[in-house]
């Protein structure tokens, strides 16, 4: 009894730290899409000072929950939110806007599947 006890605990314990998991993730991809989001806007109305400082702010937002990230998510999927947070910057810098709006929807679009890769689904269990 005390075995199957203490896995009815452990199960429960993996369910709502996988719970958790998917909140604390679509919690940041929705931080960062905001702020990308801002960049964006910015970049629209030609303020690409404007732009790059969202860019900045998406980046360090990120970094700050490198601990957190490095523990949950593969490392290339880890790069490839950086590199497209990196690209924002450097399109909204070299001062056009086009390719900052362009790297914004990379930006936002690489976020989100993050977050719904973490998801759990029927057929990621099945």
């Given at each position: 009894m005390k075995?199957?006890?203490f896995a009815a605990i452990l199960?429960?314990?993996?369910?709502f730290g996988a719970l958790v998991n998917i909140r604390v993730l679509d919690s940041l991809g929705e931080s960062i899409t905001a702020i990308v989001d801002d960049a964006e806007r910015a970049a629209r109305s030609h303020d690409l000072d404007g732009a790059a400082q969202a860019a900045?702010?998406?980046t360090r937002l990120w970094e700050s929950r490198s601990g957190y990230t490095h523990l949950v998510l593969r490392h290339s999927v880890i790069e490839d939110v950086?590199?497209?947070l990196g690209d924002l910057a450097k399109a909204a810098y070299a001062g056009?806007?086009?390719e900052t709006v362009g790297a914004a929807k990379?930006?936002?679009s690489r976020i989100e599947s993050m977050a719904s890769i973490e998801r759990v689904r029927a057929g990621s269990i099945f």
């Amino acid at each position: 009894m005390k075995k199957e006890l203490f896995a009815a605990i452990l199960l429960a314990a993996l369910f709502f730290g996988a719970l958790v998991n998917i909140r604390v993730l679509d919690s940041l991809g929705e931080s960062i899409t905001a702020i990308v989001d801002d960049a964006e806007r910015a970049a629209r109305s030609h303020d690409l000072d404007g732009a790059a400082q969202a860019a900045e702010d998406a980046t360090r937002l990120w970094e700050s929950r490198s601990g957190y990230t490095h523990l949950v998510l593969r490392h290339s999927v880890i790069e490839d939110v950086s590199d497209k947070l990196g690209d924002l910057a450097k399109a909204a810098y070299a001062g056009n806007p086009g390719e900052t709006v362009g790297a914004a929807k990379a930006a936002r679009s690489r976020i989100e599947s993050m977050a719904s890769i973490e998801r759990v689904r029927a057929g990621s269990i099945f």
